[in-house]
């Protein structure tokens, strides 16, 4: 597949295990279910398959150790990130397609939490291990929801580690910058990265960045946005489970795809979804990703 083609994302993973059920006000939201339901896990990666993804991503998103430490689980660490790597492949094999498998590499602190990101060889260490554990699985690592460029530069780091491409999703404000300050541009610096994309942000959020990440010159550019109605300020999982985030009315998989189709007019070649957007949303972007490519 050349760059010029389209790939298209995934959507959100702990929403649809919510949905099931599977809700929990804690750390180990999405880890969780890996212990409780790993064939829950596996059909949500299904859903996703047969909605036309051309990409799973693997529910590691909590499974970092710093994550499964501060949940008294750490000596799980390799178990758990193993599950989840093996429960993406089954779904890809039985979905007999060929697509690729993205390893999700967190945000080490809190989530949209930049005052918490931790020292450069703290990050360093920590990725390279969950890059480790995940590279036996995956065809690329995606670390997402990163609120600065130090995260990035520790991410892309683990990536070389282990001979994996690397794309890197931030999130955003409303003015398309990092949540830490900077800039897409000055974020993506001299980095050399595969992918560069705006996350976990509102789609109007996402679209205010595109530009900038369409001109990092990456390989793979676009955005997977989410339909939060918001997040407080000072967020923080322990206190404010994440299945609290509510969800917006006005993003159907209609609304949400006419957004996207600004970011594939722009240039974008990836594009999905994030927290909130579900296997009805990735079906309406495969349409209009099929449509335009006829």
């Known amino acids: ?21 599977l809700a929990r006000s804690d750390r180990l939201w999405g880890a969780r279910a890996l212990i409780d339901a790993p064939d829950t896990v596996r059909e949500i990666h299904r859903r996703y398959l047969e909605a036309g993804a051309d990409v799973i991503t693997t ?48 945000p080490l602190g809190g989530s949209y939490r930049p005052d918490q990101v931790g020292d450069d060889l703290w990050m360093v260490d920590h990725y390279r291990q969950m890059a480790q ?9 995606l670390a997402e929801t990163l609120s600065t460029s130090a995260e990035a530069r520790a991410a892309a780091s683990a990536a070389v580690s282990v001979a994996r491409p690397i794309w890197i999703g931030w999130t955003v404000d409303a003015d398309g910058r990092l949540l830490g300050g900077e800039t897409v541009s000055a974020a993506v610096g001299g980095m050399k990265i595969n992918g560069v994309l705006a996350n976990c942000a509102p789609p109007e959020a996402v ?10 010159g ?6 997977y946005a989410n339909a939060f109605v918001g997040v407080p300020d000072g967020w923080d999982v322990m206190t404010v489970g994440i299945d609290q985030l509510g969800e917006r009315s006005d993003m159907d998989p209609d609304a949400y795809a006419a957004i996207a189709g ?11 979804g994030c927290c909130r957007i579900g296997p009805d949303h990735i079906a309406a972007l495969r349409e209009l990703v099929d449509e335009r490519a006829r």
Do not use: K
Request: a negative charge.
């Open 133 to 141: 554990a995940l590279a036996p699985f995956v065809d690329v690592l």
């Open 207 to 216: 679209s205010r960045a595109i530009p900038e990440v369409i001109g990092s």
């Open 262 to 272: 600004t970011w594939l007019n722009q240039g974008a070649n990836l594009i999905g």
């Open 218 to 223: 990456a390989e793979r550019v676009g955005g």
């Open 59 to 106: 529910n590691t998103y909590s499974t970092s150790l710093p994550s499964l430490e501060g949940s008294g689980i750490g000596d799980r660490f390799g178990e758990l990130n193993e599950t989840a790597g093996q429960l993406a492949i089954q779904a890809r094999d039985e979905h007999g397609r060929d697509v690729l498998i993205a390893g999700s590499l967190p």
């Open 1 to 21: 597949m050349t760059n010029d083609a389209v790939l298209l994302l995934d959507g959100g993973m702990g929403q649809e295990l919510f949905a099931r059920g």
